[in-house]
């Protein structure tokens, strides 16, 4: 079992900056591939960024791409999204998810999901 925590969310204006940041704790987590899924109201929760084992293989959604950085941290048991010029599209609550296995984009891939945490982005 894999317990994740996720932090950082809150209010930014358009054009502002968030780093999200998901603890995990309960087994090694290297041995999983984390992804970073988001659900604004209304919505099926939607692939952001995914990172693998190693922190070597990365894919973002094109929404985010260019504007977003997935990254982790093995020796610290964290993942973290870094996301810059935000939009108000972006708002959302964004979840952490873990898989044992490749990385993947898919929300059914993934075994472990945190409680989430609220993004709102203001115009």
């Known amino acids: 079992q894999v317990q994740l925590v996720e932090s950082g969310g809150g209010l930014v204006q358009a054009g502002g900056s968030l780093r999200l940041s998901c603890a995990a704790s309960?087994?090694?987590?290297?041995?999983?591939?984390a992804g970073w899924f988001r659900q604004a109201p209304g919505k099926e929760r939607e692939f952001v960024a995914t990172?693998?084992?190693?922190?070597?293989?990365?894919r973002y959604a094109e929404s985010v791409k260019s504007r977003f950085t997935i990254s982790r941290d093995n020796a610290k048991n964290t993942v973290f999204l870094q996301m810059n010029s935000l939009k108000p599209e972006d708002t959302a609550v964004y979840y952490c998810?873990?898989?044992?296995?490749?990385?993947?984009?898919?929300?059914?891939?993934?075994?472990?999901w945190g409680q989430g945490t609220q993004v709102t982005v203001s115009s």
């Open positions: 998810a873990a898989r044992s296995g490749p990385s993947s984009v898919w929300v059914a891939a993934y075994d472990y």
């Open positions: 309960g087994r090694t987590f290297d041995n999983y591939a």
């Open positions: 990172i693998n084992l190693g922190g070597t293989s990365t």
